[in-house]
């Protein structure tokens, strides 16, 4: 029902023009899920700022997609925060770190989400609560123990990985 795949820029490829990425994603960008492709590129890497995209999907309608681009590791971070501030009040919101992107997230019901993406265009659709926050805790922690795990010392996101496990336990308790 889901999709979601995080992925780092390629730190030689400057993003200039949104419609050429998208149909040339692998020239732009390297899968986190792929170790040999990271470790290629990881000296070039600045760990300060790290480009890249998330990819979610919900059946066949992107979510997410490589034209939303931004800090990648920050963009996860406050993710995680609007996924918190969902369990806990309801609804979260916010801006991407480095893009005039705003996402935003409302239960409507016990089961079930609004989930609204502002940027050039609107993407406004309702989605299965559990299964959001599912998807969205499981492409976190994808991407910060791939991270980790690849680049030892480079990065460290132990207080994100901590704060994806508390959300876990908060979400069976859903």
């Given at each position: 029902?889901?999709?979601?795949?995080?992925?780092?820029?390629?730190?030689?490829?400057?993003?200039?023009d949104?419609?050429?990425?998208?149909?040339?994603?692998?020239?732009y960008f390297?899968?986190?899920?792929?170790?040999?492709?990271l470790?290629?590129?990881?000296?070039?890497?600045?760990?300060?700022?790290l480009?890249?995209?998330?990819?979610?999907?919900?059946?066949?309608?992107?979510?997410?997609?490589?034209?939303?681009?931004?800090?990648?590791?920050?963009?996860?971070?406050?993710?995680l925060?609007?996924?918190?501030?969902?369990?806990?009040?309801?609804?979260?919101?916010?801006?991407?770190p480095?893009?005039?992107v705003?996402?935003?997230?409302?239960?409507?019901?016990?089961?079930?989400?609004?989930?609204?993406?502002?940027?050039?265009?609107?993407?406004?659709?309702?989605?299965?609560?559990?299964?959001?926050?599912?998807?969205?805790?499981?492409g976190?922690?994808?991407?910060?123990?791939?991270?980790?795990?690849?680049?030892?010392?480079k990065?460290?996101?132990?207080?994100?990985?901590?704060?994806?496990?508390?959300?876990?336990?908060?979400?069976?308790?859903?």
């Amino acid at each position: 029902m889901f999709y979601i795949n995080t992925l780092l820029n390629r730190p030689e490829k400057e993003i200039n023009d949104l419609n050429t990425i998208k149909s040339n994603i692998e020239e732009y960008f390297v899968q986190v899920k792929d170790e040999k492709q990271l470790l290629s590129i990881g000296n070039s890497l600045d760990f300060d700022y790290l480009n890249g995209a998330i990819i979610l999907k919900h059946l066949d309608e992107f979510l997410l997609n490589v034209d939303c681009w931004d800090l990648v590791d920050q963009l996860w971070a406050y993710i995680l925060n609007v996924t918190e501030s969902l369990i806990s009040t309801g609804e979260g919101e916010t801006y991407f770190p480095d893009q005039p992107v705003k996402l935003k997230l409302k239960s409507i019901s016990k089961d079930l989400v609004l989930y609204v993406l502002e940027a050039d265009y609107r993407t406004k659709v309702v989605l299965p609560k559990k299964d959001l926050i599912d998807i969205l805790l499981s492409g976190a922690a994808d991407f910060f123990h791939a991270m980790e795990k690849t680049f030892k010392g480079k990065c460290n996101y132990q207080y994100e990985i901590q704060k994806i496990s508390s959300l876990r336990d908060t979400l069976l308790d859903m």
